[in-house]
């Protein structure tokens, strides 16, 4: 009695491990190629205002449902804390010291392969959209498109990609949206979302600076009514990540009406981060390279997409490209960096990579500004910057498991893990890179107006 038990048993879970072999083989090796993809990125949008990585405030409670629909990824770091040197490396898998788009009119160089050109080569039908005069910044940016909105605001792009998708829904997909000015600064959400989160709770308040003033001030180009508030601030900072979400909801809505959401695969994400007060600065971006500036959302759903899982390992953004052709088996000729984080989703074994980002930042130094180059690299719990400038180098070493907020300096006591890092990160520093010579296309003087109205130029 007891033996046919036994044998009732490993006969039960010989047939449940065929299943499961079955379901995983289907699922690595009979992947859909004609999946559409839809990538949505959003400027300067922190993983710590989604309802999903826990935040209090009910601020994306559709993007939160594709979270709980999909993968979550808890250490998505961007390349750089810039809208186009971000962008420029999701569309080529590339660091930025590779590509050199580090400021706006710089040109991808045409030996690298971009996503949508990937897609082209695949015979997909392919579009893009932001906000007026953003993509002329993005000069080159346009490359593998056949179509290019460049809408009159937020909610004109949404009504011209929702149009878009209707009239291409019979074919294969790649859509990339970028929200460029939600919720990036000045903050000023449309109505009801400029009310959702105003409080009454006593803030702290804040001068408002002149100028290039850095520090502890709320700045010119972000002032509202000389309000001082600095509660205030992040309050329309939340009221725009819930309009942006509701636009979401309505292009979620569509794929669903059109019987696009099984045969979709969407992709949430940002360019960046944003400063809300660490270490002194307010409502900006591009400054540093801690992670309020690197950490990005990464959410992702779809047919072949496992629900409910959270991945803890840090990914890059240059992963992007090459995960996707991973999904979708294209057999693509790319000069990737990155490296595909499929098989993370799929819960399979992979050497997990560091993950690097770069800058060039300007710091006030005893009362005067410093330009600095910084690099960083994080790598498991620990996490090195190292800056140069004028005034000498220097690092800084932070173990982010039990100091998220990186306050604590550990680079004059964790020495081995501190030598270990820094020779990981040189390493990549001295990596071999491609011969790609920079060049640029000078900006109108109505993109320049509009670059300086978001605080990129002074």
């Known amino acids: 009695m007891k033996l046919n038990k036994k044998l009732s048993f490993i006969i039960i879970l010989s047939i449940l491990l065929v299943i499961l072999g079955g379901l995983f083989s289907y699922i690595n090796f009979n992947r859909?190629?004609?999946?559409?993809?839809?990538?949505?990125?959003?400027?300067?949008?922190?993983?710590?205002?989604l309802g999903c990585y826990g935040y209090k405030r009910?601020?994306?409670?559709n993007i939160d449902k594709l979270a709980e629909e999909g993968v979550l990824f808890t250490q998505a770091i961007s390349q750089t804390p810039w809208t186009g040197g971000s962008l420029a490396s999701i569309l080529t898998?590339?660091?930025?010291?590779?590509h050199h788009v580090n400021e706006f009119g710089n040109i991808i160089n045409k030996s690298l392969v971009t996503l949508p050109e990937v897609f082209k080569r695949e015979n997909y039908y392919t579009a893009a959209v932001g906000e007026t005069g953003h993509f002329k910044a993005l000069t080159s940016f346009e490359r593998g498109f056949d179509y290019l909105f460049d809408s009159k605001d937020t909610l004109g792009s949404?009504?011209?990609?929702?149009?878009?998708?209707?009239?291409?829904?019979?074919?294969?997909?790649f859509v990339w949206i970028h929200f460029f000015d939600y919720p990036h600064a000045p903050y000023v959400p449309p109505y009801p979302f400029n009310q959702m989160f105003v409080t009454n709770n006593k803030s702290k308040h804040l001068?408002?600076?002149?100028?290039?003033?850095?520090?502890?001030?709320?700045?010119?180009?972000?002032?509202?009514?000389?309000?001082?508030d600095v509660d205030y601030y992040i309050s329309q900072y939340d009221g725009e990540i819930a309009f942006v979400d509701s636009l979401i909801g309505e292009i979620l809505n569509t794929l669903k009406n059109e019987?696009?959401?099984?045969?979709?695969?969407?992709?949430?994400?940002?360019?960046?981060?944003?400063?809300?007060?660490?270490?002194?600065?307010?409502?900006?971006?591009?400054?540093?390279?801690?992670?309020?500036?690197?950490?990005?959302?990464?959410?992702?759903t779809g047919k072949i997409i496992p629900k409910g899982r959270i991945i803890k390992?840090?990914?890059?953004?240059?992963?992007?490209?090459?995960?996707?052709?991973?999904?979708?088996?294209?057999?693509?000729?790319?000069?990737?960096?990155?490296?595909?984080f499929f098989p993370l989703i799929l819960n399979k074994n992979k050497l997990v990579t560091p993950a690097f980002s770069e800058a060039g930042v300007t710091k006030m130094v005893n009362g005067s500004e410093a330009n600095a180059e910084q690099k960083s690299i994080i790598a498991g719990e620990w996490k090195l910057i190292y800056e140069t400038s004028e005034y000498g180098a220097r690092y800084e070493?932070?173990?982010?498991?039990?100091?998220?907020?990186?306050?604590?300096?550990?680079?004059?006591?964790?020495?081995?893990?501190?030598?270990?890092?820094?020779?990981?990160?040189?390493?990549?520093?001295?990596?071999?890179?491609?011969?790609?010579?920079?060049?640029?296309?000078?900006?109108?003087?109505?993109?320049?107006?509009?670059?300086?109205?978001?605080?990129?130029?002074?």
């Open 32 to 49: 859909p190629s004609n999946l559409n993809i839809l990538l949505i990125t959003i400027d300067a949008l922190r993983p710590d205002h």
């Open 58 to 61: 009910n601020t994306s409670p």
């Open 93 to 98: 898998a590339t660091y930025p010291s590779t």
């Open 158 to 173: 949404t009504k011209d990609i929702i149009k878009w998708i209707r009239n291409f829904k019979n074919k294969k997909f």
């Open 207 to 228: 001068p408002i600076g002149k100028g290039k003033e850095f520090y502890g001030v709320i700045p010119e180009w972000v002032a509202i009514n000389n309000i001082t």
């Open 259 to 300: 019987n696009l959401d099984k045969k979709t695969i969407i992709i949430i994400s940002a360019d960046h981060g944003e400063s809300l007060g660490e270490r002194d600065l307010y409502f900006q971006h591009g400054d540093c390279l801690y992670n309020h500036e690197i950490r990005v959302p990464l959410i992702i």
């Open 313 to 340: 390992y840090p990914v890059q953004l240059i992963d992007l490209m090459p995960s996707i052709v991973d999904m979708l088996r294209i057999n693509a000729d790319i000069k990737a960096e990155g490296s595909s």
């Open 397 to 458: 070493l932070y173990n982010l498991k039990n100091d998220p907020g990186e306050l604590t300096d550990l680079a004059d006591i964790e020495k081995e893990q501190f030598k270990v890092l820094k020779a990981r990160l040189e390493e990549w520093m001295n990596r071999p890179k491609p011969n790609i010579i920079s060049s640029a296309k000078p900006l109108d003087e109505e993109t320049k107006k509009r670059l300086k109205s978001l605080g990129y130029s002074q």
